[in-house]
């Protein structure tokens, strides 16, 4: 599987593809940073983020698009940024037919280095190690979206695995509930009389 993972911000929007192979198996295929200017009015910078995520989804062809989830900070502006690259991304995605999973940054950190509290320099550290770089990614939104890749890699298969049993589970109580209701429906139903 091809994954596409993505930093999203506004100043700087990590972008990072990723090859799984058997088992923990993976490869870097491309890291890098779509950067707009902060001087710059809002739409154009998200239009520049837009393309340039566009273009790597044309050119890499990923399979699922990961995105790291925005969660609330003190500084709501920065927040209100990075949801709205979030969006956009998310928008490219849609209209290309990926699909698109969201990990919080804690997700990541344990899935990358097993504590959810890692700092960016651990994080990126592992990173580096995991794929195999010679040189650490840098800046660190680089090295987050191939984060944001490996760990999407790493915990699909459980969380499908996880999915597919929750609708079994699903299944097997809705057939019991219909099964029980006939049950109780017959048991109503004086010998011999058609229920109504």
Do not use: Y
């Not at 804690?106 to 700092?119: F, T």
């Amino acid at each position: 599987m091809r994954v596409l993972g993505v930093d999203p911000g506004l100043t700087r929007c990590g972008l990072g593809v990723v090859d799984g192979g058997r088992g923990r198996e993976v490869a870097c295929v491309a890291v890098g940073v779509a950067r707009t200017p902060p001087e710059c009015e809002l739409s154009a910078r998200l239009l520049a983020v837009a393309d340039v995520v566009e273009q790597w989804m044309d050119r890499h062809r990923p399979e699922v698009v990961a995105i790291e989830r925005v969660f609330s900070q003190h500084n709501v502006r920065t927040v209100m940024g990075t949801a709205q690259v979030s969006g956009v991304v998310a928008l490219a995605a849609a209209r290309r037919g990926l699909p698109v999973a969201f990990h919080t940054p804690s997700e990541v950190k344990a899935a990358i280095s097993g504590s959810g509290r890692a700092d960016k320099r651990q994080v990126t550290t592992m990173v580096t190690k995991i794929l195999g770089l010679a040189t650490a990614p840098r800046p660190a939104d680089a090295a987050d979206a191939l984060a944001l890749a490996v760990c999407h890699l790493w915990r699909a298969p459980m969380a499908n695995r996880l999915a597919e049993a929750e609708a079994r589970a699903a299944e097997l109580a809705r057939n019991h509930r219909a099964r029980l209701r006939a049950a109780q429906q017959a048991a109503r139903t004086p010998a011999g009389r058609k229920p109504r």
